[in-house]
């Protein structure tokens, strides 16, 4: 019997208005964590490492794509390195920068991530949780 998919999402679309460019940028900023294509539409392609989890396209209904006041899409990072290499990868392939890689004490002793702006202004996060941390400080107190 196959693992069960630890993520509580199947999958998240964006919206854009600059597909070309935008499939261009995330082709180039996603494999700094491991992600790489894996379906691909008119006006729609996927991204995942085993699953179409991640997706970027034109608006189904024709209308202009927005960005969401308060909303943003963090990424898994294997480790800090990897936050660095998105973040500068972002930034290489015209994001704005939202946040540089480091901790955010507001998150916990286990964050450490980035923040970026793409091509459309959607917010994006790359984020590592060390798992050492995360299980000491919040899941092993909740154990008992």
């Known amino acids: 019997m196959a693992e069960i998919n630890p993520s509580i999402l199947s999958h998240v679309s964006l919206g854009t208005n600059r597909f ?17 294509r ?4 008119p006006g729609a392609v996927a991204y995942g490492r085993e699953y179409p989890e991640f997706w970027v396209q034109t608006p189904i209904d024709g209308r202009p794509a927005s960005i969401g006041n308060g909303s ?3 990424f ?19 994001a704005v920068d939202e946040g540089a890689p480091g901790p955010r004490a507001e998150y916990g ?11 459309d202004g959607h917010k994006i996060e790359a ?18």
């Open 20 to 36: 070309d460019q935008a499939v261009a940028f995330y082709d180039r900023v996603l494999p700094t964590l491991g992600c790489r």
């Open 38 to 41: 894996i379906l691909a539409h």
């Open 72 to 74: 943003h899409f963090g």
């Open 76 to 94: 898994f990072a294997q480790d800090k390195a990897a936050v660095q290499a998105f973040h500068q990868a972002a930034l290489a392939a015209g």
């Open 109 to 119: 002793e286990p964050y450490y991530g980035c923040f970026v702006r793409d091509l």
């Open 127 to 144: 984020a590592f949780w060390d798992p050492e941390l995360l299980y000491e400080l919040y899941i092993e107190p909740h154990a008992h």
